[in-house]
């Protein structure tokens, strides 16, 4: 069984640009997560989609936005880029019922 | 959110045991105690959660106080692939949503 799969696992910006990363959960799991993890930092919540709804929010600005499809698969977009938007951006995906999370690798994002 | 504290580090030597400690004196009762553990380069990997009761799984067990104020991850034999961020986090029942801090970094030295 596919785990959760991240693409691209790589981008480069610079800054004011805008960053589209995919994410793509485990079949069955309709639960996705968004984490940014600076370096050396830990994770931080960015946001959280179930059914095809935004139901949490982690305390950044605006500009980071997502979407989950009917397929339940997520997109998250950065706006505008900062510096400090590098960092590596985490997905995970989980069943409706709280329980064990599934971390994909990652998208690090480097903005120039 | 309910905070968790940990150490920064620890190390242990191959094949022995590793107790990873956590406190979380602000605890409540819907929380429940989940451990995830980062290696290099990769997501972190679920490993061990609980409720009141310690759990055991093929991985590690969990041994919670009884105030459950605090918390310990047993590794029982530890390796050299053992060797990642460890993050004790607090789950509410009723939200989905996981906080990770800042973690122990486990050395296993050969």
């Known amino acids: 069984e596919a785990g959760v799969t991240q693409s691209p696992t790589h981008l480069i910006k610079t800054r004011g640009q805008q960053a589209t990363l995919r994410c793509s959960p485990i079949s069955g799991h309709t639960s996705v997560y968004w984490y940014q993890q ?46 400090e938007d590098s960092a590596l951006y985490l997905c995970a995906s989980s069943l409706r019922v709280p329980g064990k999370l599934f971390f994909g690798s990652g998208t690090q994002l480097s903005v120039l | ?9 620890m190390e242990s030597n191959e094949e022995e045991p590793v107790h990873l400690p956590c406190n ?38 969990l041994a919670i106080a009884e105030d459950r104020k605090s ?22 029942g009723n939200d989905y949503k996981l906080s990770f801090g800042a973690g ?3 050395t296993v030295r050969a």
């Not at chain 2, 918390?71 to 509410?92: E, F, K």
Request: a neutral charge; charged letters at 20%.
């Open chain 2, 24 to 61: 979380h004196s602000t605890i409540s009762g819907t929380d429940y105690i989940h451990w995830y553990r980062q290696l290099p380069s990769q997501g972190p990997e679920y490993v061990i959660h609980g409720l009141t009761s310690n759990v055991n799984n093929r991985m590690a067990s």
């Open chain 2, 104 to 106: 122990t970094t486990v």
């Open chain 1, 38 to 83: 600076a370096l050396g930092l830990g994770l931080q919540f960015l946001l959280w989609y179930d059914e095809g709804e935004e139901r949490n929010r982690g305390n950044f600005p605006p500009r980071f936005s997502g979407r989950q499809f009917p397929n339940y698969s997520s997109e998250l977009n950065v706006n505008a880029l900062e510096l």
């Open chain 2, 1 to 9: 959110d309910a905070k968790t504290t940990q150490p920064n580090s």
């Open chain 2, 71 to 92: 918390s310990t991850l047993i590794l029982h034999r530890a390796t050299l692939r053992d060797a990642a961020v460890y993050y004790c986090i607090l789950r509410d």
